[in-house]
């Protein structure tokens, strides 16, 4: 089955990793994720996590992401593709 939502798994999956990776290099403490019923969450549980820190595991995915469509938009040729990574940037 196929419609508008097949790739949010993937992306919301790449998206809370990003956040783990961040968290991972800069705490060096394991890490919890999880899905509720209306969110997916990447955490460092039981410890103070400073505000630097923080920031940098918030804006990780804006960063890549950024990157990556915009990378996308400059080399795609397809127009529907192109137009899509536009979108998604």
Request: charged content about 10%.
């Amino acid at each position: 089955m196929t419609g508008c939502c097949e790739g949010r798994i993937p992306y919301i999956v790449l998206h809370e990793l990003l956040h783990g990776a961040a968290y991972k290099l800069l705490t060096g403490r394991k890490l919890t994720f999880g899905l509720t019923w209306s969110a997916a969450y990447c955490g460092v549980p039981d410890i103070f996590v400073y505000r630097s820190a923080a920031l940098v595991a918030l804006l990780a995915p804006f960063v890549v992401f950024t990157v990556v469509f915009l990378l996308a938009v400059l080399l795609i040729a397809d127009p529907v593709s192109r137009y899509m990574a536009a979108f998604l940037l």
